[in-house]
């Protein structure tokens, strides 16, 4: 057989094993691609895929009603056990057992760490982790009952413990309404020193009189109705200056300005010294003391009559009579003071006036009053801010609705007003015999059973349905006791410092004096000498 001759070329590789190779590596790379790109599907739908399964847990951690309704909930267990616990704390402090009611609070700090820490974390507590406390808490409460801390007795305990908490506070709030209201009513020693200095010039002094004789020549004014007439009814020199001299400096005519002032016996020299001395910016003034009214006496006034009666002497003065159920502010024997009910006789004081406003003491004026006068009151008597802004400023507030005359009478939601700067017109007042309503309600109240406090509540009843509500802008309320928007005070044209917190006093509210101060000339030797700040 004839053998093949030797092949001396090179090999060939085979086509098939490289495209294989190529082929193999292709797939490995789409496979990597396809892998990374999964991952990475992963990890951007992650935060919107998880996001609402971790909020829902979180809501559902967060849901503490939910907990502590649940009748398996650890955290309720807990809870109840802490205020159990604290109950009997107290009842151990009564007992003098300190040593249980130390070891009652340590455990109670214990339990609250707990529900601090599941609240921070917003999950609920565990059996595990609250099972050691829990289980102290319980031998402790085991240990309270087995000392008599039963249910019964703390009951009856914590009874007697809140009643005499209760009879403290009401003591309290007496002592702090008692002195309150004898720190508003103390005349301060500087004006108590101005009046008697005043009183000492007014006497020693025959210019001073003579000036008050000239100024009988200008008596033509007081009586001229073309003329702006304000009255003040007060024995409060220095009030009254600051009323007097804030109505002046904010008047655009002072010189037509004519002002009413009536006091009593004693501040009578010393208020006609001090309006003789200083001038007002030529508004014209007028001293008066009611004691020199004839018409003002216990046949014609009921006040007057009533405080002849001993009920209401005692009543007044004794404060006895009840065992302290009626309020130290009802009373006060000021609301008996003619020169509070003195605003009910305006028509008799001024008997030639056809209007006139009316300013309490505690007030300064920062706007001209002049447009009041010409303002039309459709027929009505007073002219008064409105007050009803809140619930309790309706006349259900002041009067007492279980009363047949006073519910058959009047809307217990009528809105009620304002007394401290009225403009009432005489000529209507006389017309309605507005006095003579007044005299029906008091002699009514005789038994103070329709109202108790002050002269607002018989106002409200004497010009019911005769008040033109005003701009609340004209008339600003309390300066003297609460916090008022500055943008009223800003705006109002009479601030009032209703409430106990007057400007003159210690306890004035300090953020409102400066209101008040720049009306008072400190400068004057007579201030000085007082030493009036």
Request: glycine content about 4%; hydrophobic content about 40%.
């Amino acid at each position: 057989m004839r053998r093949r001759a030797v092949d001396f070329r090179r090999p060939v590789r085979r086509r098939y094993s490289k495209v294989f190779l190529l082929t193999l590596c292709g797939l490995v790379i789409l496979l990597f691609i396809v892998l990374l790109s999964q991952d990475k599907q992963k990890i951007s739908r992650s935060p919107i895929s998880q996001k609402p399964f971790r909020h829902n847990r979180i809501t559902d951690a967060l849901n503490v009603t939910e907990e502590m309704l649940s009748p398996n909930s650890i955290t309720r267990q807990l809870s109840d056990q802490i205020s159990l616990a604290k109950a009997f704390v107290v009842i151990a402090k009564e007992s003098n057992n300190l040593q249980f009611a130390w070891e009652l609070s340590a455990q109670i700090r214990n339990s609250q760490v707990l529900l601090s820490d599941a609240a921070i974390r917003r999950s609920p507590l565990s059996t595990r982790e609250s099972e050691t406390a829990i289980h102290d808490m319980a031998l402790l409460l085991y240990q309270a009952q087995q000392l008599h801390y039963d249910s019964a007795t703390m009951i009856m305990r914590l009874k007697a413990k809140i009643q005499s908490l209760e009879e403290q506070a009401n003591s309290v709030s007496e002592k702090s309404s008692k002195y309150g209201q004898i720190a508003a009513e103390e005349v301060p020693k500087s004006l108590y020193c101005l009046g008697v200095r005043l009183t000492a010039e007014w006497f020693k002094s025959s210019s001073i009189q003579r000036q008050l004789t000239e100024g009988r020549r200008i008596a033509a004014k007081l009586i001229d109705n073309n003329l702006y007439h304000f009255c003040v009814f007060s024995d409060n020199i220095l009030a009254t200056s600051v009323v007097v001299n804030s109505t002046a400096l904010n008047s655009d005519k002072p010189d037509e300005i004519v002002f009413h002032l009536v006091t009593d016996e004693v501040n009578y020299a010393p208020m006609k010294a001090w309006f003789s001395l200083n001038s007002f910016q030529g508004v014209t003034v007028e001293v008066q003391k009611f004691e020199d009214f004839s018409w003002l006496n216990a046949s014609y006034v009921p006040v007057l009559k009533q405080l002849q009666d001993s009920d209401t002497q005692n009543y007044y003065f004794s404060g006895n009579n009840d065992h302290g159920r009626t309020p130290i502010k009802y009373r006060n024997p000021k609301y008996l003071s003619m020169l509070n009910h003195l605003r009910f006789y305006i028509p008799e004081v001024f008997p030639e006036l056809k209007k006139v406003v009316f300013l309490d003491d505690d007030v300064v004026v920062q706007k001209d009053l002049s447009p009041l006068f010409s303002m039309n009151l459709n027929g009505n008597v007073n002219g008064a801010v409105e007050t009803c802004m809140e619930t309790f400023h309706r006349y259900h507030k002041y009067l007492n609705y279980s009363h047949p005359l006073i519910r058959s009478h009047f809307d217990p939601d009528a809105c009620g007003w304002a007394f401290g700067m009225n403009i009432f017109d005489l000529v209507e007042w006389r017309k309605r015999n507005v006095t003579g309503i007044y005299h029906y309600w008091q002699e009514n109240n005789v038994d103070r059973t329709l109202w108790k406090l002050g002269t607002l509540p018989p106002g409200l009843l004497t010009f019911y349905g005769l008040t033109e509500p005003l701009d609340p802008r004209w008339h600003v309320l309390g300066l003297g006791y609460t916090i008022v928007d500055p943008e009223l005070i800003q705006k109002g044209a009479v601030l009032h410092f209703n409430g106990n917190s007057k400007p003159w006093l210690k306890i004035g509210m300090e953020k409102y004096k400066p209101l008040w101060d720049k009306y008072v000339d400190y400068s004057n030797p007579l201030m000085q000498q007082c030493n009036v700040h």
